[in-house]
């Protein structure tokens, strides 16, 4: 019987990760996978120590984004899924930008704020002209860490854009030109394994510019086209991950964009959506992935 760990964040206390975490853990134990729900703060972050702890164990599902425990998981012999480097392009946007950018993964026009730092802030914000010149208004400012559409704002003019900076203080961040035919809609696509296994399409119902079930938007069954269901496949390749939720927009001709990527993406909405389990899914790519070993 394979053993695996399910690596969880010691301290998110939800029910809404609980249930993703049963669902995981459900689809293990119908496969015959002894799978063990192991937290983050649980483990000694220390290779060496790591290393006589991962002896018996198989795999992990890594659901976490502590990409430095992820590392030294990796580095104490353990096989992650997603593994450290694809967790760690994902969590950071600018950095997830980058690589769909340079990969050719059609995205929104998209500059990343440069590097400055604790104490020192953005005390010259004339980077934000040239942004800004590019981009136009409305634009989207997103953090460069953050879940759930919170983290991101929308700024309206060249002043409102500022406030937003100096809130910010030293945080990293990224402009992005405002897609106004996606404007409180998106896609979201599970790809598993390199196929896309379920797609819903996110709307806003109060008018707000996201469409995150999580901030009250509503979600439907969706079939995709096959630009959309390319466009998904060929990010999460880009980023080396076994599994994603990539969140695409609707272009001003219909084009696919990809908005954002998930590493470890909460499914639980595109199941009642869609009625599809994608728990069952990992678990079957986790499988394949291990007989090839």
């Not at 120590?49 to 430095?68: G, P, S």
């Not at 136009?136 to 003019?157: D, H, R, T």
């Not at 990224?174 to 998106?186: A, I, N, Y």
């Amino acid at each position: 019987m394979p053993k695996g760990w399910l690596i969880v964040n010691s301290f998110i206390h939800s029910s809404k990760f609980d249930g993703i975490y049963s669902m995981l853990k459900a689809s293990a134990d119908s496969r015959g996978i002894d799978l063990r729900v192991v937290k983050s703060g649980s483990l000694p972050h220390s290779v060496n120590a790591l290393r006589n702890a991962v002896k018996d164990v198989n795999f992990a599902l890594f659901w976490d984004k502590d990409v430095i425990l992820a590392k030294q998981l990796e580095a104490a012999g353990l096989r992650l899924f997603n593994s450290a480097s694809a967790v760690e392009k994902c969590d950071n946007k600018a950095l997830t930008a980058t690589v769909l950018e340079a990969a050719g993964v059609p995205v929104p026009e998209t500059y990343c704020s440069p590097l400055t730092f604790e104490g020192v802030g953005y005390n010259d914000t004339a980077f934000l002209d040239s942004a800004a010149e590019r981009l136009g208004f409305p634009m989207v400012v997103k953090e460069n860490f953050g879940s759930f559409g919170a983290q991101v704002y929308l700024a309206e003019s060249r002043e409102a854009l500022e406030s937003i900076v100096e809130r910010l203080g030293s945080k990293g961040f990224v402009m992005q030109k405002f897609v106004e035919s996606s404007r409180g809609r998106d896609l979201r696509v599970n790809v598993v394994g390199g196929k896309a296994v379920a797609t819903a399409v996110r709307y806003s119902v109060s008018g707000d510019f996201r469409s995150n079930v999580t901030a009250g938007g509503r979600i439907l069954p969706y079939c995709p086209d096959e630009r959309q269901e390319a466009a998904a496949v060929a990010a999460a390749e880009a980023l080396d991950l076994d599994f994603a939720g990539v969140d695409v927009l609707f272009g001003p001709s219909g084009e696919p964009l990809i908005c954002e990527v998930n590493s470890n993406p909460h499914f639980k909405s595109t199941l009642e959506a869609t009625g599809r389990d994608i728990s069952r899914d990992i678990i079957a790519h986790v499988l394949k992935c291990l007989r090839r070993r």
